[in-house]
């Protein structure tokens, strides 16, 4: 493990582009701990604050917390170890954190809004259903509405969930959803980019659907309107080039994203491949 890439990782605003930056410059991450401020703004996208940031890094604290962190159930996982699909992301996280056992099976999202119609909610349950009985997982969020139906559907299929949190491992967001997270744990994980005692915030609930979007082989939106959460999903999964399948329903979401050019699929699953 290589604790000064870790140590790094944990600061604020340096990421994996970042920390290849200043590998490649430097030659190691040891040495990257041993610049000085002028010698680290040398590097492109290095200003003075980042810089005071990577002086202030604590070995022994981020040390401290690697090992309390794993008491706690919590895996790190560096980039060589990331799941597959994550590996051609140009932005890909610079560290993971892992809860649980990692799926081996392929994914797919389900997405959708927190406030989902009776409708919805009965396509997501069918859904999941007809993904378990294909082989597949079902990767989401752990928000409240499609994306928590979505993990309890996929559980009660006798399937596999993984859940992308906004917050650390150890943080559960929503707090209701400490039971359902309990129940993912028992058969796949929980993940997130951010340390694992942090709280969620709104940066990382966003930037997270790049990360459900990377894992998964597709992604299904259920209902969303033209501003909900599960947007940003659908806007990375088009940009990362996986198949986007929207139900042919008429929020405003919805509509927006067939009309771009996104998969329909009915409230029956006529349009699955």
């Known amino acids: 493990m290589d604790i000064a890439w870790v140590a790094l990782s944990l600061r604020p605003h340096i990421g994996l582009k970042t920390l290849r930056a200043l590998t490649a410059h430097f030659g ?3 040495s990257i701990l041993r610049a000085d401020e002028q010698a680290l703004q040398a590097v492109t996208g290095i200003g003075p604050k980042l810089a005071a940031s990577i002086r202030a890094v604590d070995i022994e604290a981020a040390r401290t917390h690697l090992r309390a962190w794993e008491q706690a159930g919590v895996r790190l996982l560096l980039p060589d170890e990331f799941p597959a699909p994550l590996a ?38 069918r859904l999941c259903r007809h993904l378990v009985a ?34 650390g491992a150890l943080r559960i967001y929503p707090a209701e959803n400490a039971n359902l997270a309990a129940q993912i744990l028992r058969r796949a994980a929980l993940l997130s980019e951010i340390r694992p005692d942090a709280p969620p915030n709104t940066p990382a609930l966003v930037t997270r659907n790049r ?3 990377g894992l998964a082989q597709a992604v299904f939106v259920i209902e969303t309107d033209i501003d909900g959460g599960a947007m940003h999903a659908a806007r990375y999964a088009q940009a990362q080039g996986r198949p986007l399948y929207v139900l042919d329903q008429e929020s405003s979401g919805n509509r927006a994203l067939l009309a771009a050019g996104a998969r329909a699929f009915t409230a029956d699953l006529d349009g699955l491949e």
């Not at 051609?88 to 392929?106: I, K, M, N, S």
């Not at 994914?107 to 927190?114: D, H, Q």
């Not at 009660?156 to 992308?164: K, P």
């Open 134 to 167: 294909r082989g597949m997982g079902v990767i989401s969020g752990l928000a409240r509405g499609v994306d928590t139906t979505a993990h309890y559907s996929t559980l009660a299929a006798d399937g596999q969930t993984l859940a992308v949190l906004g917050s």
């Open 211 to 213: 990360l459900i979007s």
């Open 88 to 125: 051609d992301l140009a932005d890909a996280p610079a560290v993971l954190f892992v809860r649980g056992t990692l799926p081996a099976l392929p994914l797919a999202a389900v997405v959708g809004t927190r406030a989902p119609s009776a409708r919805a909610q009965q396509v997501t349950q």
């Open 28 to 30: 190691d991450t040891e």
